[in-house]
């Protein structure tokens, strides 16, 4: 069974009768969802369309979310959830769905612009989170940004996590005093964290007109790839139990299948199929 819908949150909140001032909130959906037995599968999808915003309806929403799972099949026992899509440094399997980022594209007025992108991601495998946030300001005489994210990356079997976490502001003043002066300055910096064991090394930066400071602090072990696993672990946690490694069906000619196991077939339209875990 598959199907096809559309649907709005209510407006929040509900204006009073005769009151037509713009609700705070609202969020429309394209949904989709199939459930196909045969395969094994369950899948429901949505994306948020042009009419979602927050605050203004200027503030424009963007995005989508899946949730996947295979309970028969090549991929039994596999889901993921996610809303936004999936970490930078995460390769998702070729039959997870690709999900857009959220995103949030507000233009306040002429001088100030936000712009913000979010997501979340679960599947057997691995947990991952993140957002961005950046701000500008543009005007005759002044001209400001700043940008802060955040981007975490947790995987078992191996056990391994990843944090990175960066700021950055900048300005730039015009001052019209005895000629035209540039006055700018900019600071950023950025910390990357990783284990085990816990590491990690921070970059931090600032420049004031023409004079200019970074360094770098690192602690902990360095970088390192995460320790392998075993094939006795890799093997009960990945892998069928012995007796189901290898499968054997007939997808054409059964005539029927005895009380003791037996086929009797059809040796004209007789096809067997075999499937291996690997």
């Not at 078992?156 to 990175?164: K, S, T, V």
């Not at 990783?194 to 072990?221: M, N, Q, Y």
Request: aromatic share 12%; with cysteine; hydrophobic share 45%.
């Amino acid at each position: 069974a598959s199907g096809d819908t559309g649907g709005g949150m209510p407006f929040v909140p509900t204006a009073a009768a005769g009151n037509s001032v713009s609700p705070l909130a609202e969020a429309q959906l394209a949904i989709m969802a199939a459930l196909i037995p045969d395969e094994g599968f369950l899948g429901v999808q949505g994306q948020l369309t042009a009419n979602s915003f927050v605050l203004s309806r200027t503030c424009h929403l963007t995005g989508g979310f899946a949730f996947f799972s295979w309970f028969d099949g090549p991929h039994a026992g596999d889901f993921v959830i996610t809303l936004g899509g999936y970490h930078s440094k995460f390769q998702p399997p070729s039959h997870y769905p690709v999900v857009p980022r959220l995103g949030l594209n507000w233009q306040v007025n002429d001088n100030l612009s936000i712009k913000a992108q979010g997501y979340y991601a679960l599947c057997a495998h691995a947990m991952m989170a993140g957002g961005l946030l950046e701000a500008s300001w543009i005007s005759d005489n002044v001209v400001a940004y700043f940008k802060a994210g955040a981007d975490f990356l947790v995987a078992w079997q191996p056990y391994h996590y990843d944090l990175e976490l960066y700021v950055s502001m900048s300005a730039q003043v015009i001052i019209h005093f005895f000629g035209t002066h540039h006055l700018s300055f900019e600071a950023g910096a950025d910390l990357h964290l990783w284990g085990p064991e816990f590491a990690g090394e921070a970059h931090i930066r600032v420049k004031v007109l023409v004079f200019h400071v970074s360094f770098d602090v690192s602690f902990g072990g360095g970088a390192s790839l995460p320790e392998p696993i075993d094939w006795a672990t890799f093997k009960k946690s990945f892998l069928p139990k012995p007796e189901a490694m290898c499968g054997i069906a007939i997808s054409r000619g059964l005539i029927k299948e005895s009380e003791d196991g037996r086929w009797i077939i059809n040796p004209k339209d007789f096809v067997l199929i075999t499937n291996a875990a690997l």
